[in-house]
């Protein structure tokens, strides 16, 4: 089931942040993992948030062969996700702490909003997101025509 809609959130004072009713209701601790994984994307200045079994998926996926054999830029892509990527354990009141350095690096503020984003959560400024959604709802139709098209970038 994918990740859908979007709440707003806090980034508390000790880099808590609550994850949402709505998404914790479509995460299933038994067959996703206990866990999360986070991935600071820079170019968007968004922090990615995986299920631990996702992020597994993922990284199998992407495996073209053992990494004793990468180099180039296999191999610095794979330098820098792994170093970046942060686990994420869950309290009993539902929040994850954000590594500071992850905060500082995106420059996320307190107030976020986290979205579904298919398989993984974003977490966005808050009002970085408000303030281009709408210019983003009216790409849908450009976006997936270049998409379909084979023009991605």
């Not at 942040?17 to 986070?38: I, Q």
């Not at 995986?50 to 180039?72: D, V």
């Not at 500071?100 to 997101?129: C, F, M, S, T």
Request: glycine residues 8%; aromatic residues 8%.
């Amino acid at each position: 089931m994918p990740f859908t809609g979007q709440a707003d959130a806090v980034i508390d004072a000790k880099q808590r942040l609550a994850l949402p009713a709505k998404f914790r209701a479509k995460w299933n601790p038994a067959s996703d993992g206990v866990t999360w994984m986070a991935l600071p994307w820079v170019p968007d200045k968004t922090l990615r948030i995986y299920t631990e079994r996702m992020f597994e998926e993922l990284f199998r996926a992407g495996r073209a062969s053992p990494s004793l054999f990468a180099s180039g830029d296999e191999a610095r892509l794979e330098q820098a996700v792994f170093s970046a990527t942060e686990r994420l354990e869950v309290d009993q009141n539902h929040r994850v702490r954000v590594p500071a350095w992850q905060i500082e690096k995106l420059g996320l503020p307190r107030e976020v909003v986290v979205i579904g984003a298919g398989d993984r959560l974003e977490v966005h400024p808050r009002n970085r997101w408000h303030g281009g959604f709408d210019a983003m709802l009216g790409e849908i139709g450009r976006l997936a025509e270049r998409r379909n098209r084979g023009d991605e970038r």
